[in-house]
C-alpha cells in the first residue's frame, strides 16, 4: 500500500531564507507527482508536476525534484516570503492521488 | 479560462438526511476526481468519473455516491448523513485521457453534520 510523508510537519522562518521540504513515498510504481499549495479553508492550487522520467522540474523560485528509486521528492523555495505562507502537499499518482499529510509553512517578516 | 467551480460552498446538515455537492470542471476537461479532506484522515480519494462512466473508486462505504454529466460536470451524493462526514469536499479536474493527468482543484464545500 502506497504511503506518503511528509517532514517536516511544520516550517517557521523569518522572509529571505531558502526553504527545503521533503516527501517521501514507500512504491516507486507513481506515473508522476504533484506539488500543492492549500491556504486556510481553500482548495489546491498546483504549484509543479514532476513526471516520473524527470529528475527536475522549476517555476519561478520553486524547484521540485524527484528521486523515483528511492521515493523521495523535494520542493526548494528560494528567497521565501510571507505570501509563501501555507501548507504545502504533495502526492503521488498511481491513477489517483495519494497525499501526503502536508507541511504547514510561516515565514514571518 | 475558468477554473473548478463547486458548489455550494457551503453547507451544514443534520444526521440522516442526505447531501448532494456539484462540480464544473475546466472547459475541455472530462475527468473529474472527488476527494474528501478531514483533520483527522487528511486527503483521501473518493472517486472518479471520466465520459459518465466512474473510472476509479475509494475506499468509502455506499453511502458516498457520484456521477458525471454528459457535459462533464460531477455531482456527488452523500446518504444518510453520518457525524463523520463532516469534512471539506474538494473536486479536482483533468484533461482525463489518460488517469494520471495533472489535476486541478476546485475551491471546496464545507460540509458540516450536526
Known amino acids: 500500500k502506497q504511503e506518503v510523508t511528509q517532514i517536516p510537519a511544520a516550517l517557521s522562518v523569518p522572509e529571505g531564507e531558502n526553504l527545503v521540504l521533503n516527501c517521501s513515498f514507500t512504491?516507486?510504481?507513481?506515473?508522476?507527482l504533484q506539488w500543492f499549495r492549500q491556504d486556510p479553508g481553500k482548495g489546491l492550487t498546483s504549484l509543479l508536476l514532476?513526471?516520473?522520467?524527470?529528475r527536475e522540474q522549476t517555476s519561478g523560485r520553486l524547484n521540485a525534484s524527484l528521486d523515483k528509486s528511492s521515493g523521495r521528492s523535494t520542493l526548494y523555495i528560494a528567497a521565501s516570503q510571507p505570501g509563501d505562507s501555507a501548507t504545502y502537499l504533495c502526492?503521488?499518482?498511481?491513477?489517483?492521488?495519494?497525499f501526503g499529510t502536508g507541511t504547514r509553512l510561516q515565514v514571518f517578516p | 479560462k475558468a477554473g473548478v467551480t463547486q458548489t455550494p460552498r457551503y453547507l451544514i446538515k443534520t444526521r440522516g438526511q442526505q447531501v448532494t455537492l456539484s462540480c464544473s470542471p475546466i472547459?475541455?476537461?472530462?475527468?473529474v476526481s472527488w476527494y474528501q479532506q478531514t483533520p483527522g484522515q487528511g486527503l483521501q480519494f473518493l472517486f472518479e468519473?471520466?465520459?459518465?462512466?466512474?473510472?476509479n473508486k475509494g475506499n468509502f462505504p455506499g453511502r458516498f455516491s457520484g456521477r458525471q454529466f454528459s457535459n462533464s460536470r460531477s455531482e456527488m451524493n452523500v446518504s444518510t448523513l453520518e457525524l463523520g462526514d463532516s469534512a471539506l469536499y474538494l473536486c479536482?479536474?483533468?484533461?482525463?485521457?489518460?488517469?494520471?493527468?495533472?489535476?486541478?482543484f476546485g475551491p471546496g464545500t464545507r460540509l458540516t453534520v450536526l
Open positions: 479536482a479536474s483533468s484533461q482525463g485521457v489518460l488517469t494520471y493527468n495533472e489535476q486541478f
Open positions: 512504491d516507486s510504481a507513481i506515473y508522476n
Open positions: 514532476i513526471q516520473s522520467s524527470q
Open positions: 502526492a503521488v499518482n498511481t491513477d489517483k492521488l495519494i
Open positions: 472547459s475541455g476537461h472530462r475527468s
Open positions: 468519473y471520466f465520459s459518465e462512466t466512474q473510472r
